[in-house]
T-cell receptor
């Protein structure tokens, strides 16, 4: 079945440091890939997405590129802020699955001033 | 703005009680989902529905049931609550899959079973 694996957390960074959160997936066909973010006390909200190989999703300074050859969708940001502290989830969605999302285990990011 | 609203942010229930978690969406979405969120496990799908009165089991349906009598409302039912059902429950809705169609989430219900 489908699966998503994220790097182990939690991740603690100083403000303005570079961020990479690794995400790899296993799925048949050509899934769409997503990063969702969960701020403290809130539900999940979409951060960015990519629907086909070599697509780059970007939003709020975050980027991720759909790499089919390595089945990866790593999240990157060049300079993190305290306000980026949250839980980040990588997810995939296939067209044959009623649009069900399969999530990774989540990565807690804490950014210190 | 799309809104997915869960009826409670926090709930405390006793073991053996029947528990209802309610979710309402205002975007006329066909698909609705219930996920459970636990630390280190991410989100796991309990049940989903792709139309009124239609439902499908997800990955962890044991101990749960659902009801969808109206398009905008999707209820999760814990038939007899147990302490291992203490968790964060998230409802989501979306259009049927079309490329990168995203799912929209409610704010979550943190359920404690004592």
């Amino acid at each position: 079945g489908d699966s998503v694996t994220q790097m182990e957390g939690p991740v603690t960074l100083s403000e303005e440091a570079c961020l990479t959160i690794n995400c790899t997936y296993t799925a048949t066909g050509y899934p769409s890939l997503f990063w969702y973010v969960q701020y403290p006390g809130e539900g999940l909200q979409l951060l960015l997405k990519a629907t086909k190989a070599d697509d780059k999703g970007s939003n709020k300074g975050f980027e991720a590129t759909y790499r089919k050859e390595t089945t990866s969708f790593h999240l990157e940001k060049g300079s993190v802020q305290v306000s980026d502290s949250a839980v980040y989830f990588c997810a995939l969605r296939r067209g044959t699955s009623y649009g069900k999302l399969t999530f990774g285990q989540g990565t807690i990011l804490t950014v210190h001033p | 703005d799309v809104k997915v609203t869960q009826s409670s942010r926090y709930l405390v229930k006793r073991t053996g009680e029947k528990v209802f978690l309610e979710c309402v969406q205002d975007m006329d979405h066909e698909n609705m989902f219930w996920y459970r969120q636990d630390p280190g496990l991410g989100l796991r799908l309990i049940y989903f529905s792709y139309d009124v009165k239609m439902k499908e089991k997800g990955d962890i349906p044991e101990g749960y049931s659902v009801s969808r009598e109206k398009k905008e409302r999707f209820s999760l039912i814990l038939e007899s609550a147990s302490t291992n059902q203490t968790s964060m429950y998230l409802c989501a809705s979306s259009y049927p899959y079309r490329g990168g169609t995203e799912a929209f989430f409610g704010q979550g219900t943190r359920l404690t079973v004592v």
